[in-house]
Structures are given as structure tokens and as C-alpha cells.
């Protein structure tokens, strides 16, 4: 029943943006924190941004803090993350996910998508 589809991924020249979509079902969004974790290649899955459906608080790896910005549109269930200033090292699966507790939502969560691509070409 839960139901969570990221898109939007593709490939990007160096400096350039993406905007990644997750449409998400299936359970209560507003008990959620939604966010996004990128994993490239022998590298460790990542925690980059989410944002509490309840009350719109955010996290960010300081590694995109500045680049990267997540927004939410609850009357969608959709959460999206806008990439900025892409780089090459950004490349990698992004894959969306809900996480019951938003303090923790860039180490744990409980549902996910199947990802997208993303890749950055230098």
C-alpha cells in the first residue's frame, strides 16, 4: 500500500540544476518527515535533506547546505528537492523516504522509494 515514486533525475552538466519530485501514498504524510538519500557506486548511502510534513522544519547535509533546498506541497503529498550548482561528486541513485521521526530522518527511515538517477557530467 505505501507508495513512494521519485523523479525528475537525469543527466546534468557541472553547474547546473535538477529538481527531483516524490509523490508519496499509502500512509498518514503529515506523521512523516520526507526526505531524500543519495548513494553513489562503493559509496555510503547518504542522508542529504528533509523536511517535516507537520511543521515545514528542514535538514541538510552540510554537504549540499547552500545548494540544495527541500520544499512541500502537503495537499500533494509531494516533497521536491531543488539542486543547484550541481557537481560531479553529486552524482549517485537519489531515493526518497519517510521517516517517523524527523530529528532523525537524515539516518533512519521507514519507507523508500526505488530512486532516480542523477548524474553529473564534469
Known amino acids: 500500500e505505501v507508495q513512494i515514486v521519485e523523479s525528475g533525475g537525469g543527466l546534468v552538466q557541472a553547474g547546473g540544476s535538477l529538481r527531483l519530485s516524490c509523490a508519496a501514498s499509502?500512509?498518514?504524510?503529515?506523521?512523516?518527515?520526507i526526505g531524500w538519500f543519495r548513494q553513489a557506486p562503493g559509496k555510503e548511502r547518504e542522508g542529504i535533506s528533509c523536511?517535516?510534513?507537520?511543521?515545514?522544519?528542514?535538514y541538510s547535509a552540510d554537504s549540499v547546505k547552500g545548494r540544495f533546498t527541500i520544499s512541500s506541497d502537503n495537499a500533494r503529498n509531494t516533497v521536491y528537492l531543488q539542486m543547484n550548482s550541481l557537481k560531479p561528486e553529486d552524482t549517485a541513485v537519489y531515493f526518497c523516504?519517510?521517516?517517523?521521526?524527523?530529528?532523525?530522518?537524515?539516518?533512519?527511515?521507514?519507507?523508500w522509494g526505488q530512486g532516480t538517477q542523477v548524474t553529473v557530467s564534469s
Open positions: 523516504v519517510a521517516a517517523r521521526f524527523a530529528r532523525l530522518c537524515l539516518y533512519e527511515y521507514d519507507f
Open positions: 499509502g500512509f498518514t504524510f503529515d506523521d512523516y518527515a
Open positions: 523536511i517535516s510534513s507537520s511543521d515545514g522544519s528542514t
